[in-house]
């Protein structure tokens, strides 16, 4: 919008002596008749100091200086020497007002000159002048600032009396004319802004502050919506309610700006997340609530593709304050339709405008679409996010509860946005594929346990949720060839893929030991044997693990469990009924590949009919900063509330109910199966409860 020029004639009749410079000498081009009768003809078109050489202009011309070196405003009391109408000099006391103005010879100053001489010659005459001639003043100063600003003026209860064109012309509302609609200046305002401003508006004209100021958006004549401020001040008045005098500025420009640079440093600073879910989460935090009411991003399975079906699943999702509960993140994946799918190949963003709440086919989620309407939504923008070349994910982002359709200066922001966080995301999505890629390796060492007939044994096995953490956990079970089962679990030291590698191999020794030794070895022999084949051959590394090996025992359906433990959680045996029991000895063996050359101890219990035995690594009960002791209480009041539960449910819930699986976690347990009703059970004996 062009800088609107001062008009120094309209101060031709005015009761304050005005002056209008120009340039940086200060060249008079204005003064008005005030002016000439308080300090006589000056020449126009002359610098200021050839035109002020009397004494005490030395402050004023100073004070000229400073306004056009930085543009703010001044105001300034000074004494003069002037002649009387009778020839006699006389000392007179001024007020002068030096503000920044446009004109048609480029920037200048606005000089208001008040003679308060009466003033300190009469107090009571004082009053009554510094009132009126205060208020020509702030009423001249505000006229000045037309020059960059629209000025208004709002009557004591907050009703618009004056405004100036400048409002029309930024918004296309017509200036107010009756009383009923001195109150249409709001039918402007954003929806989501327009409350909190007339209730700003509405306790500043009951409490009168010193100033008023605020930032809010406007829609401009062209469409869209602008950011203006507007600062205001109250005239008090001696017998008469306050006045408003305000100005009104379009700070767009510099609000964008403001808002780009904050914005843009923030999705750069996504760095600290240590998974691909994370680092989404926190890039679309950046968005909202400053472009957006909410952001989802859907994460892409692999390499964009122009043809063909694209799916994607949803990541991370956020919303401003306000709008119903998101949805929760179920890893689900959609097909992506139409439109979301020509983003992806466009990699371009696209606006849909959101008809009766009704999103279109595959834009979306079922459940994001529904979540979408209940928070009346009014348009959706799909922007594709890319990182090396590649569309990873797909963006959504949607205005909410009557927000208008976002202009395409925000969506080129929110775009620009997305794109600058490429390198944490990089880091995030490698750690991602680094972790899935373990997991995969993992997966295929972990075989299914063996059916027994008069038995049951499930397991479990969940990687943890940092960075590629997967690795050392791991579980076994398998039948040996005198008809007993062997059962082991065991962690290696270490979350990535050298643990999980080193776990396989002593997975597999220790399988080959335990099968071809049956029963000649007992378990501690076993993990003895372990011990020295993992050190001479160089698999050493640090691990823990329990060894078992269970014979069926008697015709009651009961088992014997002979177990060696190298420095593992001890195993938890749940009674049909009763309290949870720890099968742990006084000194625990040290773990394995510390020191081959030491003897190990097997240890003998029963395991009666449907009695439920747990193996598990300490991903299940260990909790930063706190005694492993209360973590595997804790696991013994979950195992036995879940005891009746069927045994692969049993394991799939003691893994579901840890809070935060930061470690990866693997259970595996044993069951005989119940007795026959009525059936005696055996005494329970050994560990301890």
Same mark, same amino acid.
């Given at each position: 919008m062009p800088e609107p020029q001062l008009t120094p004639e309209v101060f031709d009749r005015a009761v304050v002596a005005i002056a209008l410079t120009a340039g940086p000498e200060h060249r008079m081009v204005y003064y008005n008749e005030a002016f000439r009768d308080l300090f006589g003809d000056r020449p126009l078109g002359a610098p200021a100091r050839e035109a002020f050489t009397d004494p005490g202009s030395e402050r004023f011309l100073a004070t000229l200086d400073a306004v056009l070196a930085d543009g703010s405003a001044r105001q300034v009391t000074a004494h003069r020497t002037l002649a009387c109408p009778t020839g006699a000099p006389a000392h007179r006391h001024?007020?002068?007002?030096?503000?920044?103005?446009a004109t048609r010879y480029g920037p200048g100053i606005l000089a208001a000159a008040i003679d308060t001489t009466a003033e300190l010659h009469s107090a009571l005459e004082a009053e009554r002048q510094s009132a009126e001639r205060l208020e020509a003043l702030q009423r001249y100063e505000a006229l000045m600032a037309?020059?960059?600003?629209?000025?208004?003026?709002a009557r004591a209860d907050g009703t618009v009396s004056e405004l100036v064109p400048g409002w029309e012309e930024l918004t296309g509302q017509p200036l107010p004319g009756t009383t009923a609609d001195r109150h249409r200046w709001l039918d402007v305002v954003h929806p989501q802004d327009r409350a909190d401003a007339a209730a700003r508006w509405a306790a500043a004209v009951r409490d009168l502050p010193p100033v008023f100021e605020h930032t809010l958006r406007v829609r401009s004549a062209t469409g869209g919506y602008r950011h203006i401020r507007s600062r205001a001040v109250p005239v008090l008045r001696e017998g008469r309610g306050p006045e408003w005098i305000g100005t009104t500025a379009d700070i767009e420009d510099q609000w964008r700006g403001r808002l780009r640079e904050r914005l843009l440093a923030r999705a750069g600073a996504v760095t600290e997340a240590e998974r691909a879910e994370d680092a989404f989460a926190a890039l679309a935090a950046t968005l909202v609530p400053d472009l957006t009411d909410v952001c989802a991003v859907y994460l892409l399975p692999g390499p964009d593709a122009a043809d063909g079906e694209v799916t994607a699943t949803r990541i991370a999702s956020v919303a401003r304050p306000g709008l119903p509960p998101l949805p929760p993140l179920d890893r689900q994946t959609f097909t992506l339709g139409d439109r979301a799918r020509q983003a992806v190949t466009d990699r371009a963003p696209t606006l849909l405008e959101i008809t009766d709440g009704n999103v279109p086919d595959g834009a979306v989620p079922e459940?994001?679409?529904?979540?979408?309407?209940? &928070?009346? $939504?009014?348009?959706?923008t799909l922007l594709p996010i890319v990182v090396d070349g590649a569309v990873v994910a797909l963006a959504a982002t949607a205005g909410c509860e009557d927000a208008p359709?976002? &202009?395409? $200066?925000?969506i080129d922001l929110q775009h620009e946005v997305l794109q600058r966080a490429q390198a944490p995301l990089r880091q995030a999505l490698a750690l991602q594929r680094a972790r899935h890629a373990a997991v995969v390796l993992?997966?295929?060492l972990l075989t299914t346990p063996p059916s027994l007939g008069g038995a049951a044994v499930a397991a479990r096995y969940q990687p943890g949720s940092r960075n590629a953490e997967v690795g050392g956990d791991w579980y076994d079970a398998f039948v040996l060839p005198d008809g007993s089962l062997a059962m082991t679990i065991g962690d290696v030291a270490g979350h990535d893929l050298a643990a999980a590698t080193t776990m396989g191999q002593l997975r597999a020794m220790l399988r080959s030991i335990a099968y071809t030794r049956g029963q000649a070895h007992t378990p501690a022999d076993t993990l003895r044997e372990l011990d020295t084949a993992a050190e001479g051959l160089g698999v050493g590394s640090f691990a823990t693990a329990v060894h078992a090996r269970l014979v069926r025992h008697g015709a009651d359906g009961g088992w014997e469990m002979e177990w060696t433990n190298a420095g593992h959680p001890p195993p938890v045996l749940l009674p049909v009924d009763g309290p949870p029991r720890l099968l742990s000895a006084e000194d625990a063996d040290v773990p394995l590949c510390v020191d081959p050359g030491r003897p190990r101890v097997t240890h003998r219990h029963p395991v009666g009919p449907g009695e439920t035995l747990l193996f598990y690594t300490d991903g299940l009960v260990e909790v930063p900063g706190e005694h492993l002791g209360v973590g595997i209480a804790r696991l013994c009041e979950t195992a036995a509330a879940a005891r009746r539960r069927p045994l692969a449910e049993f394991c799939e819930h003691l893994v579901a109910s840890v809070a935060d699986i930061r470690d990866d976690i693997a259970v595996i347990a044993f069951r005989p199966d119940p007795p026959p009703p009525g059936a005696l059970r055996p005494p329970k004996r050994g560990g301890r409860p």
């Open positions: 001024f007020v002068y007002s030096c503000s920044p103005a037309a020059a960059a600003q629209m000025v208004w003026v459940i994001s679409a529904r979540w979408l309407y209940d &928070a009346r $939504a009014t348009s959706l359709p976002p &202009a395409p $200066a925000d993992q997966r295929a």
